[in-house]
C-alpha cells in the first residue's frame, strides 16, 4: 500500500510539473535575405506592387512598403533591377531594391569622309 501512495505521489507531481512549463510550439522564424535579379515587367502604383521577371522566365509579384529602400531611379517597366524581400503572411515584402544602369554604348563621331575638295 505505501508503495502505491508513493506511486501515486510520483505521478502526481510529474503532471504539475508538466502543467506549470508549457511546452512551446515551434515557430518559424521571419525569413530574411532572400534575393532576386531580373527586369520589371510591371509597376502598379495603386496596389505598391511590382512584378520581376527572372532569366529563367519566372515572374515574380513583389510589394513595396514606405520601408521599401530603393537605390537609382524611380521603378519603371523594363528596369534591370537586384532585389531583397522577405516573406511575410504570404506575401514578398521588398526590402530594398538597387535598379542597375545600363550603360549605353558610346557613341564615336565618325570622320567626315575624304574628299570633295
Known amino acids: 500500500m505505501r508503495r502505491l501512495l508513493v ?3 510520483l505521478l502526481a507531481l510529474a503532471s504539475v510539473g508538466s502543467a506549470a512549463a508549457p511546452t512551446k510550439t515551434p515557430t518559424h522564424p521571419k ?3 532572400y ?3 531580373g527586369v520589371i515587367v510591371r509597376v502598379d502604383v495603386v496596389a505598391k506592387t511590382f512584378a ?3 532569366q529563367t522566365g519566372a515572374e515574380t509579384t513583389l ?3 514606405s520601408a521599401t529602400r530603393v537605390q537609382g531611379n524611380a521603378l519603371k517597366p523594363g528596369d534591370r533591377v537586384a532585389v531583397r524581400y522577405m516573406e ?3 506575401k514578398k515584402i521588398a526590402t530594398s531594391v538597387k535598379v542597375e544602369t545600363v550603360v549605353a554604348a558610346a557613341v564615336t563621331p565618325t570622320a567626315a569622309p575624304a574628299g570633295g575638295r
Request: aromatic residues 0%.
Open 63 to 65: 510589394v513595396r512598403t
Open 88 to 90: 511575410k503572411d504570404g
Open 7 to 9: 506511486g501515486l505521489a
Open 31 to 33: 525569413s530574411h535575405g
Open 52 to 54: 520581376v521577371q527572372s
Open 35 to 37: 534575393s532576386l535579379a
